[in-house]
């Protein structure tokens, strides 16, 4: 990393995927994140003054929805938030219509909702930046928070290795592996056929590993993608939107559990990662998710230190911010 073309500013983009960014961008975010957690609030609160955030979410939230609000006003900037009826992307008009609209009123949009391709109609039609809070496709701002607890844990993130357990092809564990393996990590899928990312996705991610060294393996035997992990990361059977797979998903998923068995073969240092909201009894166990090892309040708070830097970088020119 570091030895390829510069980076092109991040004043003004969207941000639905991971791979909208590269290394170096993905890094920037990560150093300005680092460097707002410890800054003083105080410092912080005109940097966004006079700029409005819109959040539009079509399914439920609480972590997004929360660290995004506290986020904006912090850095002295105002939210609106529409949820549900009152807003769902391409049905009361298209999403180009809404899109150009909501242009006109506010400096940002960050949109929660189910399919991934109406929020991709929306961000071309969109002159203002677009930030993906979740979609059926991808969740990269839990990714950016992820890697930056992993980071905070680890110090780097090249050469670690981070078992993925569970739904292997829903939204949280692409944005993580996206991540993670563009900053030079090895990602191990656990997941039975069912849930196991295609094999033209697992190349995609190995290709975004070239130059960092990062790779992408799936397993069928949960043992062998944890065995000697630093990291071990699940989140819930079901997405949102995806309830009638429910039954299907617990039968299929119950062998993937992170119970403390499961957990044993990771490193002794191995931290425990879930996006939250959980299920404990289903795709992890109280003493996993509640133990020692557990770091998800630490991914959970980081989730505002990342939305902030992403924020301040999509917003301003970072004039005046050392990082
Ligand atoms: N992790 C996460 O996105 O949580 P919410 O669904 O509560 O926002
Ligand atoms: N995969 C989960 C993540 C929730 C934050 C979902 O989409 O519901």
Redesign the pocket.
């Known amino acids: 990393m570091g030895e390829s073309t510069p980076a092109p500013a991040l004043f003004g983009r969207h941000f639905l995927e991971v791979t909208d960014f590269n290394a170096e961008q993905l890094m920037r975010l990560l150093r300005l994140a680092e460097y707002l957690k410890v800054q003083g609030r105080g410092e912080q609160r005109t940097l966004l003054r006079d700029r409005t955030l819109a959040m539009l979410f079509e399914?439920p939230?609480l972590?997004?929805r929360v660290s995004f609000e506290v986020a904006m006003t912090q850095l002295g900037g105002d939210v609106l938030f529409a949820q549900g009826q009152e807003f769902m992307v391409g049905t009361r008009e298209t999403p180009e219509d809404a899109a150009r609209t909501l242009s006109r009123y506010v400096d940002a949009i960050v949109i929660r909702t189910h399919e991934h391709e109406p929020l991709q109609r929306f961000a071309r039609a969109a002159s203002v930046p677009v930030i993906n809070a979740?979609s059926?496709r991808a969740?990269p701002c839990?990714a950016l928070a992820d890697v930056l607890t992993i980071r905070e844990k680890f110090g780097e993130i090249a050469g670690l290795r981070i078992a993925y357990v569970g739904?292997a092809r829903?939204?949280?564990?692409a944005s993580l592996a996206e991540a993670a393996i563009t900053l030079g990590a090895t990602v191990q899928f656990a997941c039975p056929p069912t849930h196991r990312p295609s094999e033209s996705y697992l190349a995609k991610l190995d290709a975004l590993g070239e130059r960092s060294g990062g790779s992408a393996r799936a397993f069928a035997n949960a043992v062998r993608a944890v065995r000697g992990a630093d990291v071990v990361y699940t989140?819930?059977w079901?997405?949102?939107?995806?309830e009638r797979y429910r039954e299907r998903n617990d039968a299929m998923l119950r062998p993937y559990a992170v119970t403390e068995e499961l957990f044993g073969y990771a490193r002794p240092t191995a931290v425990f990662m879930h996006?939250?909201?959980a299920h404990r009894g289903e795709e992890t166990v109280a003493a996993v998710i509640d133990g020692p090892r557990s770091v998800v309040f630490d991914q959970a708070e980081n989730r505002m230190h990342a939305q902030k830097a992403l924020l301040l970088a999509l917003l301003t020119e970072l004039k005046g911010i050392p990082v």
């Not at 829903?170 to 564990?173: E, G, I, P, Q, R």
């Not at 079901?238 to 995806?242: L, P, R, Y």
């Open positions: 399914k939230s972590r997004t979740l059926s969740h839990q739904d829903n939204n949280v564990a989140d819930v079901t997405s949102m939107g995806e996006c939250l909201p």
